[in-house]
C-alpha cells in the first residue's frame, strides 16, 4: 500500500487495521480457551469468556464508529476504499465468531452429562483445533493481505466440513444407539458444539474471501 501525502491518512488507516488484529488476536485466544474448556471444563474459564464476549461486542462498535469516521473524513478511493470496506466486514465476521465461541461454551457449561466416550473421543476436539488453524491463517491473511494465505484458508475449511460431517455420523450412531434419556441429550449437544465449529469455518472462510477482494479487486 503506498504512503499518502497526507500522513494522518496513512495514520488512520493503519489504526483501524490494528484495531482488526488486536479483535482478532483476543478472539482466536477465546477459542483456544473454549477448546481447553473441551479437554477440560472449568467455570473460570466459561466466566472469561462471557466476559470477553461484551467487550468484543463494544470492539467491534468502536471500529465501525472508526470507519465511518474515517470514510467521512477522507472519501477514500481505489485501494484504501477496499481497505476501509474489509476492516468493516471483517470486524462484523469476528463479531459473529466470537458469538459462536461462546455459545458453544454456554451448551458445554450446562452439559449435564458428558458422553460416555467424551475423553477418548478425538473428532470433536480434531475439528475444534482445525478451527483454530483455520482462524489463524485467516487473521495472518488480512495482516499480511497474503493471497496465497487467503486461498490456504479455502483449503482448511474444506477440511473443517469433512471433519464436521464425520463428528455428526459419529454422535447420530451414538443417538440410535443411546437407550438413556441423559446420554441422548448429551450426544445431540456435541452436535450443536460441532455445528458452532462449522460455522466459524464458515465465517473464517468468509475473512479469506474479503483479503482476496482487497488484493484483486474483484467481488468473486
Known amino acids: 500500500m ?10 488512520d488507516l493503519n489504526s483501524c487495521k490494528n484495531m482488526i488484529i488486536e479483535m482478532g488476536i483476543q478472539i ?8 481447553e474448556m473441551i479437554e477440560l471444563p472449568r ?8 466476559k470477553n ?13 472508526f470507519v465511518l469516521n474515517t470514510l467521512n473524513k477522507r472519501q477514500p478511493m481505489a485501494d484504501d476504499l477496499r481497505n476501509i470496506i474489509i476492516a468493516l466486514k471483517i470486524s462484523g465476521i469476528l463479531e459473529r ?27 470433536v476436539k480434531m475439528l475444534a483445533k482445525a478451527t483454530l488453524q483455520n482462524l489463524s491463517t485467516a487473521l495472518k491473511a488480512y495482516e499480511q493481505f497474503s493471497a496465497d494465505l ?10 473443517i466440513n469433512k471433519l464436521f460431517k464425520k463428528v455428526f455420523e459419529e454422535n447420530s450412531i451414538n443417538i440410535k444407539n443411546s437407550k ?3 446420554e441422548i441429550d448429551s450426544y445431540i449437544s456435541m452436535l450443536f458444539i460441532a455445528k458452532e465449529f462449522e460455522r466459524i469455518g464458515d465465517l473464517s472462510k468468509n475473512i479469506g474471501k474479503e483479503v482476496k477482494y482487497y488484493i484483486s479487486g474483484k467481488i468473486n
Open 150 to 159: 487467503s486461498k490456504q484458508v479455502q483449503v482448511e475449511d474444506e477440511s
Open 97 to 123: 465468531i466470537n458469538d459462536h465461541i461462546t455459545n458453544a461454551a454456554k451448551k458445554l457449561h450446562n452439559l449435564e452429562v458428558l458422553p460416555k466416550d467424551f475423553a477418548s473421543n478425538n473428532s
Open 53 to 65: 464476549e461484551a467487550s468484543q461486542n463494544t470492539r467491534e462498535k468502536k471500529i465501525r464508529l
Open 2 to 11: 503506498e504512503k499518502h501525502i497526507v500522513s494522518n491518512y496513512d495514520a
Open 180 to 182: 438413556k434419556e441423559e
Open 43 to 50: 467455570k473460570e474459564i466459561f466466566d472469561n469468556l462471557l
Open 28 to 35: 482466536e485466544k477465546n477459542l483456544f480457551d473454549l477448546i
